[in-house]
């Protein structure tokens, strides 16, 4: 059952000027929630974007942001000491499944020390409800779809993967310890207005509209469970007041295994519906109004053929279902980039 979610309940969002974070607390702030925004602003993409983004949100009279790093557990202390949030979101990560082919200790860093840094946290200043940001990527290898909840996930092909398969983990054993209700939410390749420079959409259509080849790899025979950043706000929305229950009856071999005997939930967040990348290119293609310069490459490392999510959990619980198809999502996306960057 969701609790209602009192406009007064002050909830804290980290990574809120990321792209998922922003349009979560810009939807909380117009239903008049108190929103305290975490964020250290680093230079993985343009710092210019998520200013922009932090503008939106520092017009709202009920937000109050904090520019600290997570992995800093005096910051993440005083902040937890100063607001006393009562729910928290957590998605703040080093995102990116190739740069962590780069760059391996950012992620150590933010995914794994920021974590236990905010575990930590709500363990010292106890909170009503951890909602925290997995990922498809912990399906790694699996070849079974659409992929569900209850299959296992212990096989990552990228440190990425394995940093939001030890959060869910860390997740589970302060839930247990310590009686933390914690919410795990593996999201689906999220796309929209405000999104990642680094994800392929944005940066395709970059280079269409300059005129430059894009770099479509496996030959564009892989899929995605593309999913749009609005459908993606309301499921948050409406898991921030569903708080798993321990469920001391529990048996592993019965299951299910995305709940415990502990107060932990995982649930998958996607469209449902994967889409092939060589369609996906033709939609925006469409969108722009101009044909792309392609350039067909083998598949990267760590990266896997088929994303697909089983929703029916998320459906059941909060009543879920993605409404929109990527010829809509795609529109606003291009309307929002043309707009934003004078193209």
């Not at 236990?116 to 070849?143: D, I, M, Q, T, W």
């Not at 044909?291 to 059941?316: F, H």
Request: hydrophobic share 40%; glycine share 6%.
């Amino acid at each position: 059952m969701i609790d209602t979610l009192p406009t007064q309940s002050k909830i804290l969002i980290t990574g809120a000027a990321g792209f998922i974070g922003f349009h979560l607390a810009k939807f909380m702030l117009e239903r008049r929630y108190f929103v305290v925004g975490l964020d250290n602003l680093n230079n993985y993409y343009d710092p210019k974007l998520k200013e922009d983004r932090l503008d939106i949100l520092r017009a709202y009279g009920n937000f109050v942001f904090y520019r600290a790093d997570l992995k800093e557990k005096p910051a993440v202390d005083e902040i937890f000491a100063a607001c006393r949030p009562e729910y928290v979101v957590n998605l703040a990560a080093q995102a990116g499944v190739r740069y962590s082919l780069e760059n391996p200790y950012a992620y150590v860093d933010s995914n794994l020390v920021g974590f236990v840094n905010v575990l930590e946290a709500c363990r010292s200043y106890p909170v009503r409800h951890l909602l925290f940001a997995s990922s498809s990527s912990v399906y790694g290898g699996n070849k079974t779809v659409p992929f569900s909840t209850e299959h296992n996930t212990d096989h990552p092909v990228s440190l990425y993967a394995a940093t939001k398969k030890a959060n869910e983990l860390m997740a589970h054993t302060y839930a247990h310890l310590y009686g933390i209700p914690s919410t795990g939410v593996r999201l689906f390749t999220v796309y929209g207005p405000w999104g990642r420079p680094d994800m392929a959409y944005f940066s395709f259509t970059r280079d269409i509209l300059a005129g430059m080849p894009i770099k479509v790899f496996n030959h564009g025979r892989m899929s995605r469970d593309f999913t749009y950043i609005d459908d993606v706000v309301k499921a948050l929305y409406r898991l921030i007041g569903l708080v798993p229950k321990a469920n001391p009856d529990w048996d592993e071999k019965a299951g299910p295994i995305s709940e415990s005997f502990a107060p932990y939930k995982i649930y998958n967040l996607g469209n449902n519906s994967p889409v092939k990348l060589s369609r996906f290119i033709a939609v925006l293609e469409n969108c722009l109004g101009k044909e792309a310069q392609k350039m067909y490459l083998d598949m990267q490392p760590g990266d896997v053929i088929m994303t697909y999510a089983d929703v029916t959990d998320l459906e059941k619980a909060v009543g879920f279902k993605p409404e929109t198809p990527i010829e809509e999502g795609l529109a606003k996306f291009v309307e929002w980039y043309r707009k934003y960057y004078k193209v």
